[in-house]
């Protein structure tokens, strides 16, 4: 099980937006603002997407947001396309004595 | 150009043992903590271990804990994963990555490499 909650998968059509969860607790998401999340496409390595809760490195595409509230996180892409769809993980720093955890991923299926 | 690039994996019995290493360039290695994460076949991704710029600070997740030795030689820009006590579990595509410099996210992945613990 993993320390950071995600839905199983989500999804939408070309030019929709959607929301993608990751609930986490006071030790980790809701402690500290250092929330990433990634996209791995088939075969490959993960792809930094959102850094430090809602920071975009440079590259990628600004219809890509994060966001946080509480003890949740939020990924949110907007006018989805089809090289959106992929397996996307949430991470965020622990204070407990690991110091990371993943999120079990969501695989985004565009319709 | 940042690459990270993992030796080669393989296949060991469980009980069994394997060193990985991961060779870095086109960054200055000796100023970036270093993580491992892996991938079981069909799963998400797991956080192994970290180990900081000069080597002072590690830490393991508990799957790991007294089996996994994690450690960097700056001067030949490469890290390690000493891989002990072998499980089935442990199977499972291992990428090594690069802590950013001012967060705790993966601004670079390496491109993973295989191994499998089975009899």
């Known amino acids: 099980q993993s320390a950071l909650t995600q839905p199983a998968s989500v999804s939408g059509s070309p030019g929709q937006s959607i929301t993608i969860s990751c609930t986490g607790t006071?030790?980790?998401?809701?402690?500290?603002?250092?929330v990433s999340w990634y996209q791995q496409h088939p075969g490959k390595a993960p792809k930094l997407m959102i850094y430090?809760?809602?920071n975009r490195p440079s590259g990628v595409s600004n219809r890509f947001s994060g966001s946080k509230s509480g003890n949740t996180a939020s990924l949110t892409i907007s006018g989805l396309q089809a090289d959106d769809e992929a397996d996307y993980y949430c991470?965020?720093?622990?204070?407990?004595?690991?110091?990371?955890?993943f999120g079990g991923g969501t695989k985004l299926t565009v319709l | 150009e940042v690459q990270l690039v993992e030796s080669a994996g393989g296949l060991v019995k469980p009980g069994g043992s394997l060193r990985l290493s991961c060779a870095a360039s086109g960054f200055t290695f000796d100023n970036y903590a270093m993580y491992w994460v892996r991938q079981a076949p069909g799963k998400g991704l797991e956080w192994v271990s970290a180990?900081?710029?000069?080597?002072?600070?590690?830490y393991y997740a508990d799957s790991v804990q007294g089996r996994f030795t994690i450690s960097r030689d700056n001067a030949k820009t490469s890290l390690y994963l000493q891989m002990d006590s072998l499980r089935a579990e442990d199977t499972a595509v291992y990428y090594c990555?690069?802590?950013?410099?001012?967060?705790?996210?993966?601004?670079?992945w390496g491109q993973g490499t295989l191994v499998t613990v089975s009899s």
């Open positions: 991470s965020s720093y622990t204070s407990t004595h690991i110091l990371v955890v």
């Open positions: 180990i900081s710029s000069e080597s002072r600070y590690i």
């Open positions: 006071s030790s980790d998401v809701g402690g500290y603002n250092y």
């Open positions: 990555a690069r802590r950013a410099y001012s967060g705790y996210e993966v601004d670079y």
């Open positions: 430090d809760v809602s």
